[in-house]
């Protein structure tokens, strides 16, 4: 029998019963530390943003996407802190 373009790829089948199914896994993603509003966020992603939590979570780009989400959050209150700490010790 003559190998499907899967098996030629280096894909593997899993029989179960009469049936061939592929073995497929995600990939593995790296831990990235997320505080307590990336943890809240794919919670607003899933109620409000289904298409976009399913995207992220298929294509293994959801943990890397919460750490952004939380590293620009934690610049813009850099940001804004240096704003109001200049603006409060300003000389005139």
């Known amino acids: 029998m003559a190998k499907s ?4 790829l280096g894909g ?3 029989r179960q019963g009469d049936y061939l199914i ?3 896994a995600l990939p593995a993603e790296k831990e990235q530390p997320i ?3 990336g943890q809240r ?3 607003y ?3 409000y943003r289904k298409v976009t939590y399913i995207n992220l979570l298929t294509s293994g780009r959801l943990n890397l996407s919460l750490f952004m989400f939380v590293s620009c959050d ?3 209150y850099a ?3 240096i704003d109001v700490w200049d603006k409060e010790n300003a000389v005139e």
Do not use: Q, R, S, V
């Not at 373009?5 to 030629?8: A, I, K, M, R």
């Open 5 to 8: 373009l899967f098996e030629e």
């Open 12 to 14: 593997k089948y899993e």
């Open 22 to 24: 592929p073995c497929i």
């Open 35 to 37: 505080g307590t509003w």
């Open 41 to 43: 966020h794919p919670d």
């Open 45 to 47: 992603l899933k109620k």
């Open 74 to 76: 934690k610049m813009i």
């Open 79 to 81: 940001f804004f802190a």
